[in-house]
């Protein structure tokens, strides 16, 4: 992996994260940046090589997303406004699971080149990244239809 590579790696999912914990509205567009993502770690030569541990140090990763997706995404403190609208923040816990994600996924880097002789790969990192921002706005969405706006802050019909 290119250090310019490297740096647009660091310096995305630096963005990404440090974004979770700013006051910001759960919205459809987030998945054009997982798509991107996505999209970027299937570049040739792709997130893996094609040997059995390569795969499986991919499937591995990708499952430690999902897993690590899923928890921030129901950790995630979330509300809606008087109007309804779907916002999110992160806190404390939303920050070790990043950071236990992005751990996570680095010590199978380290594993797969140290003990399986495989080539790190920057893809998968990309990929890995997509995936699970992906998985974690899946699950707030999904816990989003849950909430209902604040009571208080619900408009009262007029009469007849």
Avoid: H, K
């Amino acid at each position: 992996m290119t250090t310019p590579n490297l740096l647009l790696v660091a310096g995305i999912t630096a963005v990404i994260i440090v974004s979770q914990f700013s006051v910001r509205p759960v919205r459809p567009l987030t998945y054009l940046w997982v798509a991107l993502l996505i999209a970027r770690g299937c570049v040739p030569p792709g997130p893996a090589r094609m040997t059995v541990a390569g795969i499986a140090i991919l499937v591995v990763g990708l499952l430690v997303s999902v897993v690590f997706g899923v928890l921030r995404g129901r950790t995630m403190p979330m509300w809606r406004d008087a109007s309804g609208r779907l916002y999110r923040r992160g806190g404390l816990v939303t920050l070790l699971l990043w950071i236990t994600t992005l751990a996570t996924r680095l010590g199978l880097g380290v594993f797969a080149v140290l003990v399986l002789d495989e080539p790190f790969n920057g893809n998968a990192l990309w990929l890995g990244i997509g995936v699970t921002f992906g998985v974690q706005q899946l699950v707030m969405t999904y816990r989003g239809r849950g909430l209902r706006r604040p009571r208080d802050e619900r408009p009262v019909p007029a009469r007849s």
